[in-house]
């Protein structure tokens, strides 16, 4: 399978980059410069913002994250840009892709290994989820803009959106998993820093442990592939039943999206 991701070279952006290039089954490709996948906007310089702005034309921000991380670490928006902020997180509480939290929160890592933990939450983000009913509506009704969809660093919740993104264009399950699978690469530098940040919380032990949590380890997408197939057998009767992609509106998507 061909998959051509296009890093966009900003020093102080999270796991950024173009969906442009990644074919789907059919043949086509993603057209560069209108779909993006990222972590947060919070340290981006005004250079940064301009280049976004000017360069790559994005138009709309979808923000993943919970209103607390978002307020916590607010994304320095660049001129013109409509910002969404719907929280992904899973609406039962059990588990949370608020990483830091889940960092020094020991209450759940005695329930569950942290492996087990990020499994659980792959499996519940493709279900019920207010976050990817407003990416759906985006992606169907805003004409074609511009996109960049984004969480903390830009892996879990994320992932399953752009996963949505991905088999709605048509793109084949493997492919969608090669795309995942580059976080854990771009990801290197910025869980070093994490780790750096709380080396005074938790001990090296502890610090061992958490490291699942920041992997994106296949078995945690392939979790969620797993449990929409449990459900809805195809990502095509998840992507309609879910999220009411029909082909028509499937369609209209391509038709924005694609070469």
């Known amino acids: ?5 296009h890093i966009v070279p900003i020093k102080n952006g ?18 560069s410069g209108l779909l993006f996948r990222s972590g947060d906007f919070s340290k981006i310089s005004q250079e940064e913002q ?29 001129h013109q840009v409509q910002y969404f902020n719907v929280p992904a997180n899973p609406l039962t509480g059990d588990v949370s892709a608020n990483l830091t939290q889940e ?11 942290p492996a087990d933990f ?12 207010p976050a990817y009913h407003t990416l759906v509506d985006l992606l169907v009704n805003n004409h074609g803009k511009s996109l960049v969809q984004h ?7 994320t992932g399953i959106g ?35 940040d709380y080396q005074n919380m938790l001990d090296p032990q502890q610090m061992e442990l958490r490291k699942p949590i920041f992997a994106a380890n296949p078995l945690y997408l392939q979790s ?11 990502f095509d009767n998840w992507l309609e039943s879910e999220y009411q992609l029909t082909d028509e509106k499937r369609q209209i998507i391509q038709n924005h999206y694609l070469i």
Request: net charge neutral.
């Open 103 to 113: 960092l020094t929160d020991a209450n759940d890592l005695k329930k569950r290994s």
């Open 50 to 78: 301009t280049f976004i702005s000017q360069q790559l034309g994005i138009d709309v921000i979808l923000d993943y994250r919970d209103i607390s991380e978002a307020q916590r670490r607010p994304d320095n928006l660049w």
């Open 162 to 196: 752009v996963a949505l993104t991905l088999f709605a264009l048509g793109v084949d399950e493997e492919t969608v998993m090669l795309d995942y699978i580059l976080s854990e690469q771009l990801l290197a530098p910025v869980r070093e820093q994490i780790f750096a």
């Open 118 to 129: 990020m499994i659980k939450l792959y499996q519940l983000l493709p279900f019920n989820n």
């Open 1 to 5: 399978m061909s998959l051509s991701p």
């Open 151 to 157: 969480c903390a660093i830009g892996k879990d919740r």
């Open 224 to 234: 969620a592939f797993d449990a929409i197939k449990a459900k809805y057998d195809t």
């Open 14 to 31: 999270i796991n950024f980059r173009d969906l442009g290039g990644i074919k789907t089954k059919n043949g086509r490709q993603i057209r």
